[in-house]
């Protein structure tokens, strides 16, 4: 007959190493890495802070009652890096108030970044595109969806987009994404993700048999856009579409237990979705 004691030890020691090898690591209160393979994802937080109800749409008195009673929530304004063996792949770069500080505090020099992902344009997530009017990343090469450079530099919708795409217009790779999955660089899959944008687009990292889902804005008030993903907000260019891909993604990444990382997600940036009745629930890494 097993020895009991001896067996839940052994299940717990097996499980904190499982652990060890999954949870993340905080640099400073604005940087934490976790790995997801080969890679290493880093939170890059410019801003974090709370938020307020009046830019939700489609809220009722009693989901915020129930969702977020005291009527505010944590959020943030978050970058991403994404360190692969052979790449410095940066995803966003916030209103570019502490990016520069942050990537030296994992000793990436703003040369050192390879591919610039914007997963949209919007200036809480391109105001780090520029340095003194030029390329704040001289080697890198601007990531973006089709749409997205269609609806702001083509139509010329905003001076500061077109600014910046231009700097980076030399080295543009524009990418038609669908969630039929296409690959673009190693181990970067693009998806739709449009309402908040028209071009609007999410990337799902994968290195062996890990992955995350790096999701943008795809929920800018986690503590009632989980529960009530139908819940939208007044940034969101198509509030229906927004609502509609969240639905879409949330299901996939609780399905297939992804975990993710998101733009205005607090600390630290990532976490686990766990479908629970009609919405989901959020669990931060720890
Ligand atoms: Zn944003």
Known sequence: MPNFRI???LIIVLTMSCWSLTAGAQVNPNVYSHRVGAYEIVLLAENQGTGNTGILVGATPEMLQKAIPNGTYPNAVNAFLVKTPTQNI????GFGRNLEANLAAVNVKPEQIDLLVITHMHGDH????LKDGKKAFPNAQLVLSDIEKEYWIDNQKNEGAIRAYEAYKGDV???EPELADKKTADGLFFFEAYGHTPGHIACLIKSGADELLIWGDLAHAMAIQMPFPEVSVRYDSDPAEAAESRKQLLKYVA?????????HVAYPGMGKITAAGTGYVFTPMR
């Open 90 to 93: 940066l995803f966003d770069t």
């Open 255 to 263: 399905a297939h237990q992804i975990p993710i990382a998101g733009m």
């Open 7 to 9: 067996m839940r030890t």
């Open 173 to 175: 790779k524009l990418i």
């Open 126 to 129: 391109i105001g780090g595109m």
